[in-house]
């Protein structure tokens, strides 16, 4: 197993390494927790097939879904010590890093995927990679996995009173605690690998994903009821370790960015595309089982539960939290 950055090609390679350090070897350890057949799985896969084409097999990208490698949270500390180089994790998992990228997870905060991409592309995104660098990791991109949808077995969640009582499982988010809390819900902070048992066992009643999350990971077949309610967001902060960062040629380093572009701009178009098929996918299973209710939100409906849920926006007003700053600035962003 390979621990960071070294020499992987043989002696040949090895004695050439030593004598020309551009020609030094590095493997890069890519950890995430989702199926491959996701927006960040397919776009983890495309970063590893152009870094590794950009820097003539120089860097050696591997990348590991499925929680293989690290779970959730444990991956930020791997980072950190530099025992895995990168990883995409959601933004509910930096919250004792940098609590301000909650932000994302606030509900009906963003008009549209538009909208959400010109906040990261702006002022804000940066401020807020900006943090995350500071904290002593390389920040390289904000990545896509769409709005998030409800999943049930009790009762289909309509109006926010269908949620009072049940047991909603969510990421490590204190803005996802908020959110539930403020319909009645009993929020469940549990690791994304865990939920599938978790479902299927009852130890929860429901959960919220995007599509590609509930139909890769099979969600769908443990519950009842779908509904479609785009109530919040859920993306990702790639980041890097900073100690293999710095490792890097400048020339590799611009390797990374170049395919990290690349890849960013790949994601985005993965994840519009599959959000899509995949909720075909999940009609044609509800239609030929009969085991999955799919409703849609009405306005009414969307309209409770955005009065409902953002009423907890000034509990975010702290700078320490996420900082009114932050929220203002994102819902003026044009
Ligand atoms: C979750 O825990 O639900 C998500 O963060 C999983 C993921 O990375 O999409």
Not at 111 to 128: A, P, S
Not at 133 to 155: H, I, V
Not at 203 to 213: F, G, H, R, T, W
Request: proline share 4%.
């Amino acid at each position: 197993f390979f621990t960071g950055c070294g020499d992987n090609k043989g002696d040949s390679q090895e004695t050439k390494a030593s004598a020309d350090n551009s020609k030094k070897t590095y493997v890069l350890k890519f950890s995430h927790v989702v199926s491959a057949n996701t927006p960040k799985g397919k776009a983890a896969d495309y970063f590893e097939k152009r870094l590794e084409e950009l820097s003539n097999g120089q860097i050696d990208v591997q990348v590991y879904p499925s929680s293989q490698l690290y779970k959730d949270n444990a991956v930020l500390k791997a980072l950190k010590l530099d025992s895995v180089q990168m990883a995409a994790p959601s933004f509910s998992k930096f919250g004792k890093i940098v609590p301000q990228l909650a932000l994302f997870d606030l509900p009906f905060l963003f008009k549209d995927i538009d909208h959400l991409h010109r906040v990261q592309d702006g002022e804000v995104g940066k401020e807020l990679k900006s943090m995350v660098t500071e904290k002593g990791y390389k920040a390289l991109s904000f990545w896509d996995n769409n709005f998030k949808q409800f999943t049930s077995s009790k009762k289909p969640i309509l109006m926010p009173s269908d949620a009072e009582g049940q047991k909603f499982r969510i990421m490590s988010s204190k803005v996802l605690e908020e959110q539930f809390k403020a319909v009645g819900a009993s929020p469940q902070m549990m690791p994304f690998s865990e939920v599938y048992s978790a479902l299927q066992q009852g130890v929860i009643d429901a959960a919220e994903n995007p599509i590609s999350n509930i139909y890769t990971k099979k969600f769908h077949e443990v519950q009842k009821y779908l509904t479609i309610s785009n109530h919040g967001y859920l993306g990702y902060l790639v980041v890097m370790s900073e100690k293999f960062w710095n490792s890097l040629t400048p020339e590799l380093q611009k390797d990374v960015e170049q395919a990290m572009k690349e890849a960013t701009q790949k994601e985005r178009e993965y994840a519009n595309e599959l959000d899509k098929e995949q909720f075909d996918l999940i009609k044609k299973y509800a239609k030929e089982t009969g085991k999955l209710e799919i409703f849609t939100l009405n306005d009414e409906q969307r309209k409770a539960w955005k009065e409902a849920t953002s009423k907890i926006y000034p509990d975010f007003y702290d700078k320490d939290v996420i900082g009114k700053d932050l929220i203002e600035k994102t819902l003026a962003t044009e």
